[in-house]
Each structure stands twice: as structure tokens, then as C-alpha cells.
T-cell receptor, first 113, second 115 residues
Framework: QQQVKQSPQSLIVQKGGIPIINCAYE??????FPWYQQFPGKGPALLIA?????SEKKEGRFTISFNKSAKQFSLHIMDSQPGDSATYFC????????????FGSGTKLNVKP | DGGITQSPKYLFRKEGQNVTLSCEQN?????MYWYRQDPGQGLRLIYY???????QKGDIAEGYSVSREKKESFPLTVTSAQKNPTAFYLC??????????????FGSGTRLTVV
């Protein structure tokens, strides 16, 4: 059973658009939700993360929105650029067991010039 | 520069053969991890180690083995018992108990193909 479900699988937007990637989880014990960015042939890199005590977190053009009651969180990329084209993974874990991350299946984003 | 080095970048395995993937880090991280990445399935945890000479199975450990003789090194052996080994393998590390603040640092991966 997949602990974290991610959608869409792929996404194409024009430069300047705002792609939105959604994730849903079942385990209410999860309390840490990071997003990772992966370029082809490279390992993922931590992009931004949120804890459930806040509903939104911004870092530059990247924003996480968190809905605790719906058990959903999403990544928004403002003013998207072709350099943002990558695969994005959401993940979830429990603070008492950071050795166990559950990853979503990934979203391949293509930002067209 | 500190980081994680995985080698080789590409590896080909014949049926019935064991192969070992290398992972070395110079970040002074205590914890190290191996993940497997398949298309459409995200990352799945194979093994992890929090300290030298100790490691735990992840969700898909069958057919794999690891060792942690040095803090810097966490090699993964894909044995002949792993029936579907073709995948992209990622090694990661973190400060013990605190990837919430520092996140995982991932290597660039090894793509293993069975021929």
C-alpha cells in the first residue's frame, strides 16, 4: 500500500505559469513533509519542507500548502522557468523515525520556454 | 567539496551474478541509506545504517546485502537472489536523527541493468 500518493505523474506548463503538484497521505502520525527535486541522471535534492503546525511555507518561488484535515499537501512553483524542469518527489515521515521516509511516485515537470 | 560519491554510474550484471555498488561520503554523517528508484514508483528503502557495524532492513531488503565497516562507506551488494534488479540505485546520508533540518544528501546514483 502506497503511503504517499502523488499526482499528476507529468505536467507541462508555459514559462511563467504556476505548476501545482499534489500529495495525499493516510498516516496521521506523519509530521514532516519534504519535497525533493531531481534532475536527469542526478540524485534528488531537498527543496523545501513543512511541518503540520503551519499551513503554508514559502522559499523563493516555491510554496508548500498544507491541509492537515484533508491529509494533503501541495507544491506550487511561482513564475516557473525552463530550469525548473525536473522530477519532483513529495515525502513524509514521523519525527521519531527519520530513518523511514515514504516517497510519492514523482511528477515530471516540463516548463516550456 | 563535501558530498556523496556513488560508483560506478552504470553497471551491467549477468544473470546469477552478484554485483556491489559503492557509496562513499565525506560529510561526516552518521546515517546512510540505500534506495531503489523504479519508473512510476518513487523511491523505496532497501537498507539503512545509523552507526558503524549496524544496519537495518528497509521495505525491500530481499536479495540485497550491505556492510558498514567504516563511517564513510556503505556498499550495497545486489545478489543473484534479487529477481528484478534492473533499476536506478540511490545512496543517501544524513546527520543521525535530524534529516528534518538537514535533509538527506543523495548521491548521483548507479543505474544497474541485467543483461
Amino acid at each position: 500500500q502506497q503511503q504517499v500518493k502523488q499526482s499528476p505523474q507529468s505536467l507541462i506548463v508555459q514559462k511563467g505559469g504556476i505548476p501545482i503538484i499534489n500529495c495525499a497521505y493516510e498516516n496521521t502520525a506523519f509530521d514532516y513533509f519534504p519535497w525533493y527535486q531531481q534532475f536527469p541522471g542526478k540524485g534528488p535534492a531537498l527543496l523545501i519542507a513543512i511541518r503540520p503546525d503551519v499551513s503554508e511555507k514559502k522559499e523563493g518561488r516555491f510554496t508548500i500548502s498544507f491541509n492537515k484535515s484533508a491529509k494533503q499537501f501541495s507544491l506550487h512553483i511561482m513564475d516557473s522557468q525552463p530550469g525548473d524542469s525536473a522530477t519532483y518527489f513529495c515525502a513524509a515521515s514521523k519525527e521519531d523515525n527519520f530513518n523511514k521516509f515514504y516517497f510519492g511516485s514523482g511528477t515530471k515537470l516540463n516548463v516550456k520556454p | 567539496d563535501g558530498g556523496i560519491t556513488q560508483s560506478p554510474k552504470y553497471l551491467f550484471r549477468k544473470e546469477g551474478q552478484n554485483v556491489t555498488l559503492s557509496c562513499e561520503q565525506n560529510l561526516n554523517h552518521d546515517a546512510m541509506y540505500w534506495y531503489r528508484q523504479d519508473p512510476g514508483q518513487g523511491l523505496r528503502l532497501i537498507y539503512y545504517s545509523q552507526i558503524v557495524n549496524d544496519f537495518q532492513k528497509g521495505d525491500i531488503a530481499e536479495g540485497y546485502s550491505v556492510s558498514r565497516e567504516k563511517k564513510e562507506s556503505f556498499p550495497l551488494t545486489v545478489t543473484s537472489a534479487q529477481k528484478n534488479p534492473t533499476a536506478f540505485y540511490l545512496c543517501a546520508s544524513s546527520k543521525t536523527g535530524d534529516p528534518a533540518n538537514y535533509g538527506y544528501t543523495f548521491g548521483s546514483g548507479t543505474r544497474l541493468t541485467v543483461v
